[in-house]
């Protein structure tokens, strides 16, 4: 594509149609006539003949150029990938929004290398963010008015099958939950209607709630009772994280299960650990995390109950975004309506 000037003195409808508006006109009344952007037709060049101007700046397309109506749909559908639906455009931008609630993945890599091509422009909210049903996740958009075909072919080879944007659903799990009995009986108690809250949330449900003496052998009773139960994730809450003699960690070694990581690299909730139990994620809670809205663990349960199974990789990538201030609240999950989403109790 290349820019044109033309001058009203010299200008004829003919020099008009085909080309696009790179300006927006308006009529006596101060009401936009013709929008900028838009690609003019014989009609669309008469009425621009009808109207005060003196100079018009215009793109005239070369060949295989595609304009931004039909290049901005075509990398809106190419990034959107399983869960994601792309609405029609508005304000020069198409919005991706979630099909489901869910939790958002973002391909960073592709997305990078899609937005160092000239035209294309796609950007998201945060990789692991917890979204809504019907909530924008993503846009695309067209910088110019017009790119070249070749530049969105190379948009759609590096968005592949699988886009740059998904939202993986929340499938349904039972998860059960070994409480230490130090805890005592009223935070037992309020940890398991704490649970229960947020687990409906997500679609899953507590199926059974074991509590335990601090020692090994108990503690891998329960945990054999909790599986027993039928349970897909098991919640552990009352160790003490830190000392690598807790009788739970003796506990998982007896049964079997695999640390997956001690610790991860986000606050609050550093202290939270993951283990794997023949493919049960056992998940240890820190102590910050069995009453509060906003912790690792919100973030850690939601990725495990889409069906994830996160690693020590994964884990480690949570660091970035993982200083949970009330200003990141809303990668959380919005358990109560009434309540600021992610806030702290």
């Given at each position: ?88 455009a508005s304000g020069g931008h198409w ?114 709630l074991e509590t335990t003496a601090s ?131």
């Amino acid at each position: 594509m290349h820019a044109l000037r033309i001058v009203r003195d010299a200008a004829r409808v003919e020099d008009l149609g085909g080309r696009v508006l790179c300006h927006e006109l308006r009529g006596a009344d101060g009401r936009v006539a013709l929008a900028k952007g838009r690609l003019l037709d014989h009609d669309d060049a008469a009425v621009a003949m009808s109207l005060e101007w003196t100079e018009l700046h215009v793109l005239t397309l070369d060949e295989g150029d595609v304009h931004e109506e039909d290049a901005g749909t075509r990398v809106a559908r190419a990034s959107a990938g399983a869960g994601v639906e792309v609405r029609p455009a508005s304000g020069g931008h198409w919005p991706l929004v979630a099909a489901q609630r869910g939790v958002l993945s973002v391909d960073t890599s592709a997305m990078e290398r899609v937005n160092t091509l000239d035209g294309p422009c796609v950007y998201t909210l945060y990789d692991g963010q917890v979204v809504e049903r019907g909530e924008t996740v993503a846009r695309a958009k067209i910088i110019p008015f017009a790119v070249p075909e070749t530049v969105l072919s190379e948009v759609d080879a590096i968005a592949g099958d699988r886009g740059l944007v998904a939202v993986r659903p929340f499938v349904p799990h039972r998860v059960a939950a070994v409480v230490h009995e130090s805890m005592g009986g009223r935070a037992v108690a309020r940890f398991g209607d704490a649970v229960t809250e947020k687990l409906g949330w997500f679609g899953s449900s507590l199926c059974a709630l074991e509590t335990t003496a601090s020692n090994a052998e108990q503690i891998g009773v329960a945990l054999d009772r909790a599986r027993g139960a039928g349970a897909d994730v098991i919640l552990v809450a009352g160790a003490k994280a830190m000392d690598s003699l807790d009788p739970t960690f003796s506990a998982l070694q007896r049964v079997g299960a695999r640390m997956v990581r001690h610790g991860v690299p986000a606050h609050p909730g550093s202290l939270l650990w993951l283990a794997d139990w023949d493919e049960i994620p056992i998940v240890g809670m820190p102590t910050c995390g069995l009453f509060a809205q906003a912790t690792v663990f919100d973030l850690v349960i939601a990725r495990i109950l889409t069906g994830e199974r996160p690693g020590r990789a994964e884990l480690a990538r949570m660091a970035h975004g993982g200083f949970l201030t009330r200003e990141l609240a809303f990668r959380l999950p919005a358990y109560r309506a009434t309540t600021e989403r992610g806030a702290v109790e």
